[in-house]
């Protein structure tokens, strides 16, 4: 390619190419034969499904258009509303904080440490009988998010906040599948797969992802699940057709055994936290959402939260 011809590149070229070749190998490649489609979740949308699955441990998943719509889908699919509330961690991605307020449900923000703590004690003080689900989030250090399944109750469901670590492994078993639903992301600079927007819940079994479908599938996805009577009222949150088709072809090129180009996350340190993280303190203060202090008072919101006190949103 000429030096001139170099300079009139489109500034999207590497990106539009990428996409191109992509789809050419799902016109060329045995795939198939059904028509894609994110009404019914056939084709495209159903193989990258498949795939995710296959990769997880065989969990059935759930393509969404983001983990921000996935993270919604999973809180609504077991139940959350006024009066629950959810452990979440204080240094998260601010849409966790957001999902959980925008269904009405009382975040209760704790220190990032005690996701790390041994017995448990640190996250185990702050249940109560509003209690529903807890998040843990793999942004900073990896969380033994099996040992938290172990020591809270059953009717407490674990939802693994799994945006950027797609591919690795938690002690020999990959992330996402230790607790009863995990999200996944493909949007812009995630690793190993970029598809420009794109996510994936992961369930324990195929009892809870009925709920994923009947509560953000749109009402011919139901039926196409087998939900005899479909909710009208479902978030109907749909993946873009092309996306499926992008993702289904990458999932398909990605070999398993890249997982070990990965370090596993029981043995990446506390001081590899991955950067767009935020304080959830701070993030509520900038949203102008009253936070009433349960111990350090309102003072330390906003400040150092590993180190400050534990409080509700």
């Known amino acids: 390619m000429s030096a001139e011809s170099k ?3 489109h500034s999207d070229s590497n990106w539009l190419e990428s996409v191109i070749a992509d789809l050419a190998l799902w016109m060329n490649e045995s795939m198939p034969s059904e028509t894609t489609s994110q009404i019914t979740g056939c084709g495209a949308v159903r193989e990258a499904e498949r795939l995710f699955a296959s990769l997880h441990e065989g969990r059935p998943s759930l393509m969404v258009p983001s983990a921000t719509a996935g993270m919604l889908i999973a809180m609504r699919a ?9 452990i979440i961690p204080a240094h998260d991605w601010g849409a966790t904080l957001v999902m959980v307020q925008t269904l009405g449900a009382t ?3 704790v220190p990032n440490r005690c996701y790390v703590q041994k017995d448990g004690a640190g996250l185990l ?7 529903r689900a807890i998040v843990v989030s793999h942004l900073g250090e990896g969380v033994d998010t099996a040992a938290i399944r172990a020591i809270f109750p059953p009717e407490v469901l674990v939802i693994e906040d799994c945006a950027r670590v797609f591919g690795y492994r938690f002690k020999g078993h990959p992330a996402g599948t230790a607790g009863d639903l995990a999200v996944f992301s493909f949007g812009p600079g995630k690793e190993p797969i970029d598809i420009g927007e794109g996510g994936m819940v992961v369930a324990r079994d195929w009892g809870l992802w009925e709920h994923l479908v009947a509560c953000g599938g749109h009402p011919i996805r139901q039926m196409t699940a087998g939900i005899a009577e479909p909710h009208p009222d479902a978030l109907s949150l749909r993946p873009h057709p092309l996306a499926a088709v992008l993702l289904a072809v990458r999932l398909k090129q990605w070999d398993v055994s890249q997982r070990n180009d990965s370090p596993d996350l029981d043995k990446r340190g506390s001081g590899n936290s991955i950067d767009g993280t935020y304080d959830i303190g701070s993030l509520a203060r900038l949203s ?6 349960d ?19």
Do not use: F, M, P
């Open 78 to 86: 077991i139940g959350l509303g006024a009066g629950c509330e959810v």
């Open 288 to 293: 102008r959402k009253r936070i009433t202090s």
């Open 125 to 131: 003080s702050h249940i109560s009988a509003k209690t």
């Open 7 to 9: 300079q009139h590149l």
């Open 107 to 109: 975040a209760v923000v």
């Open 295 to 313: 111990s350090a008072g309102a003072d330390a919101v906003g400040a150092d939260t590993d180190n400050a006190g534990d409080y509700a949103l």
